[in-house]
């Protein structure tokens, strides 16, 4: 790999015509650098762990398009199925043979989903499932975590007031207060704030949504016993449980955080993996929950892509690849033994660092604590840390998602050649951030 040109004069051109045509110069917020130095590279290509940009400067890769590409970038079995299927058409709103081998693929190697539908993004996988909470138990509110992401749809922008159990408080301009009053919104990790939630809306509340591996504000690693304590006060008070599993799903194991704690809930979504890279969402339940939606249930959702015949392809191909034998204990020892590493070096050096992971997700806290379980426990400051490692790594070939409150991922293509370079940059990095 050669060292990259700085200047990425084509990139900053790039965005500021982007700039012109779409607010912010970006279509979806955090690819914007607001949180790290220097603006967004603009991507030409990619190929296993490494990316291209349009001044021609080599990157490996972390943010794996935010995690669903567990392959890395272009495999060729996604590509080569792809391709096949395009030829014979992109799109007809009406069923296909690939839908079932998708589902297929998923529910007789799932043991936590009896039917599954697809629709096309995260977000909407998780706005069908609160409706089908919602519809199933016939009570509107819902309750949320502070510090899980769950999509961009109204019900779910809405964050913490002040308080141990309160009503949320829109986190977007544009949501109705009236949505938010739906919304409850406690701390993780937090039996009592649970408690108190069900006491105070006893028989009012229809679901409760969690990120089961909370990995959109940093990696808020949650006790199988807290997630048990959900299950079981869930199941108490007649309210579904859901896991939002569109970054843990299929990512810590085929079958996803569920398995991983051997918790069940009600009802899962996936996106992200599932799609191979293409547009895909799901969500998934048993059978008696699942015929609540429309054509059949009283429960509607619709789509017209959903299902489309090109996403189902790279999903069929790359979700085959996770089943073959030894695939994620490969990819776990491997990002295991490099967070181990990286946190021995950060250890022998005194830096207030500490790599957080699981499966093949890792995050950096820049902190002393040991354990962080709560959104609350992030100091913001840390995050100045992080902007800067960011940008010593970038200048060093290396590519983090543009924000200190992002998780990185390891991909199945990743080499230890790449990871020997990246540790390198990793400590040149931080010996620079920290002053040495
Ligand atoms: N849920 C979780 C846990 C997510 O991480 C995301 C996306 N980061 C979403 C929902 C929304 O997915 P999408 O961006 O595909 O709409």
Redesign the pocket.
Known sequence: MSKPDISRTKSAELYEKAKTYFPGGVN?PVRAFKSVYGTPLFIEKGDGSHIWDADGNEFIDFCCS??PLILGHNHPAVREKVTEVMQKGMSFGAPTALENELAELILNNNKYIEKIRFVS??????MSAIRLARGYTKRDKILKFEG?????SDSLLVKAGSGLVTFGETSSAGVPKAFADETIVVSLDDTKALDGAFAEFKGEIAAVII?PVP??NGLLLQDKAYLQYLRDICTQNGTMLIF????SGFRVGFEGAAAYYGIQPNII?Y??IIGGGL?V?AYGASAEVMDHISPIGSVYQAGTLSGNPVAMAAGIAQLSELLKPGFYDDLHSKTARFVNEVQQFVNERGYPVKLFTIGSIFWFAFTEQERISTAEQIDPASMVKFKEMHRELLNRGIYMGPSGYEVGFISSAHTQEDLEITKTAIFDSLDIVFGK
């Open positions: 979806s935010w995690g993004s995260g977000t909407e996988a998780v899980c992401y769950h999509g961009h990120e990995a959109n939002d599993e569109v970054i979504t996106g992200k547009p969402g």
